[in-house]
């Protein structure tokens, strides 16, 4: 035995796993103060605090196709670069079109509108990890943006009726065309 | 066990998420919900800014604490995996245990599987409802797990659910050398 270690207890060794309880601070900070319900009357937020919510979001979705709108054109901007470009800078402006294909499809259908999130969800599929982009895959990107074009400046919510299932099938059609091309 | 009326007059959550339009609607949700401060960031980035100053002064924590986090997947230049890992992991994080809600429309096994290893302690799909994020938000005041620190990981405990009839003690407790449980 050593000299330096005389004296001391062995070491214990280092537990491999440790397993933290940590205090439930923010259940304590959220009913400080507060009464247990009665049995049976379930717990969590107000029902008058879920409503107001509910109308918050209400409100805001009545604003999005206006607000969308900007994002709509710099959807068709980083097409129009696309269709110009070549090589790095097409596949820059695919890669920034992803990026809002991406953004778009999140947004839909907290907002009502579940065809902006169809199409924009096809889109992003139609965009990711492509580095070569050719003029027929651009054709469907364009029919892509075309589509969510027309549900923004028509604000068609829900699934849109007949014009709905219009874009959708054309949009369909333009991908079939692609991929037996 | 008994069941409490939430109020979130004295809470306050970190919303971090890029695009504007999301952010102030994810603003208005959670104080129409009673939050009593939302702070909004721009990205990782901005959050990681603000929670080191949290961490650099303690004398302010109480202005400038923050409760849980809400932040979106995908931003530039700090996304939210790496806002999720230095919450988790860095020695300046102010506090390793602190909910992280990610909240992204990417949610392939992937990603999901990415968060989860990094610590997250809810995910929540977009689009999201009223009810989707009230029900996360109870999930993390009313179902909180242990968290684990072993050679590989360090977060919420990722097995969410235990075998159905197994009633025995925590299988990684068992031997003194291989486990220690500590209370926060």
């Not at chain 1, 400080?32 to 008058?48: I, K, M, N, T, V």
């Not at chain 2, 800014?49 to 409760?67: N, T």
């Not at chain 2, 990722?158 to 291989?178: F, H, V």
Request: hydrophobic share 40%.
């Amino acid at each position: 035995m050593s000299d330096d270690k005389q004296g001391q207890p062995p070491a214990k060794p280092q537990a491999k796993t440790r397993i933290f309880k940590p205090r439930n601070k923010l259940k304590a900070k959220v009913t400080a103060g507060q009464s247990p319900l009665p049995p049976g009357e379930e717990g969590g937020f107000s029902r008058a605090a879920l409503e107001k919510a509910e109308a918050e979001l209400a409100e805001a979705a009545a604003r999005y196709a206006e607000w969308a709108r900007t994002t709509l054109d710099e959807l068709l901007e980083f097409y129009r670069e696309a269709s110009a470009g070549a090589g790095d800078v097409r596949q820059e402006a695919v890669r920034k079109i992803s990026r809002i294909a991406h953004e778009l499809r999140g947004q839909g259908g907290t907002f009502g509108y579940p065809l902006v999130t169809s199409f924009a969800s096809s889109l992003f599929r139609f965009t990711e990890n492509e580095s070569a982009i050719s003029d027929e895959r651009l054709l469907v990107i364009k029919a892509h943006c075309d589509a969510i074009r027309v549900v923004l400046l028509q604000n068609i919510t829900g699934d849109g009726g007949e014009i709905g299932q219009a874009l959708v099938k054309a949009l369909q059609q333009a991908i079939a065309k692609f991929q037996t091309a | 066990m008994a069941a409490f009326r939430y109020d979130f007059s004295a809470v306050s959550v970190m919303v971090v998420e890029d695009n504007d339009y999301i952010r102030s609607v994810l603003f208005g949700v959670l104080q129409s919900l009673g939050c009593g401060k939302v702070s909004k960031f721009k990205d990782g980035k901005e959050a990681v800014d603000y929670l080191q100053l949290m961490s650099m002064s303690p004398e302010r924590a109480g202005a400038l604490g923050v409760d849980f986090v809400i932040t979106d997947m995908l931003m530039e230049p700090v996304d939210g995996f790496g806002l999720l890992k230095w919450i988790r992991m860095s020695k300046d994080s102010p506090d390793r245990f602190l909910p992280v809600i990610m909240i992204s429309g990417f949610v392939d096994r992937d990603a999901l599987a990415r968060a989860r290893d990094l610590g997250v302690t809810e995910f929540l799909a977009k689009p999201f409802s009223v009810s989707s994020v009230a029900k996360k938000i109870e999930a993390v005041i009313e179902r909180p797990r242990p968290f684990i620190r072993s050679e590989t990981y360090f977060g919420p405990d990722r097995r969410r659910t235990r075998l159905a009839g197994y009633n025995g003690p925590e299988r990684r407790e068992q031997t003194e050398a291989d486990c220690e449980v500590v209370y926060e």
